[in-house]
């Protein structure tokens, strides 16, 4: 269950896409100085970037950072609550690109990243 969102080319190629959806992370997950800031609850609503791919032969173009871009925004402008989007890099190329967008790994799940939405919703003022 979750919301696709596909970027086409001006040719009618499918360049790449993205999934959102809810989920959620146990406090326990989360370094202490974003805990300081959370409600005591177990577990804390989140926004799921699922499934960010871009087509083999349009790698390397700015599609990638685009589509993340879009769903980030997209993310922010929700009015559903959710502390911060999670991505789940599938491996150590995808971890090096989420990290360089400011990502954070989830302790103890190092292919877990998270980007606080406060820290989001500041890049789109
Ligand atoms: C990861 C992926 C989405 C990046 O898409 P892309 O269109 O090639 O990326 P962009 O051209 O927008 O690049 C954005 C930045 O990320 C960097 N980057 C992209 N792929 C990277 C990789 N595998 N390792 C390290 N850095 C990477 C680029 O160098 C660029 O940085 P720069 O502007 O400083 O040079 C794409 O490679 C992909 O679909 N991979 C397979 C699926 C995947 O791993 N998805 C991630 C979620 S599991």
Redesign the pocket.
């Known amino acids: 269950m979750a919301a696709p969102f596909v970027l086409v080319l001006p040719d009618e190629t499918i360049a790449?896409y993205y999934t959102l959806s809810s989920t959620s992370v146990q406090l326990s997950e989360l370094p202490a100085q974003i805990v300081r800031k959370l409600p005591r609850y177990p577990l804390v609503p989140a926004t799921l970037l699922?499934?960010?791919?871009?087509?083999?032969r349009?790698?390397?173009?700015?599609?990638?950072?685009?589509?993340?871009a879009d769903a980030l925004y997209r993310a922010s402008r929700s009015e559903v609550a959710s502390f911060a989007v999670i991505?789940?890099?599938?491996?150590?190329?995808?971890r090096?690109?989420?990290e360089?967008?400011s990502f954070l790994p989830l302790l103890d799940q190092p292919t877990k990243l998270f980007r606080p939405m406060a820290d989001i919703r500041r890049l789109f003022e």
Do not use: C, M, S, T
């Open positions: 790449g699922g499934r960010l791919a871009v087509d083999r349009q790698q390397g173009k700015g599609y990638g950072r685009f589509l993340l991505v789940d890099a599938k491996d150590e190329g995808a090096r690109f989420y360089l967008e």
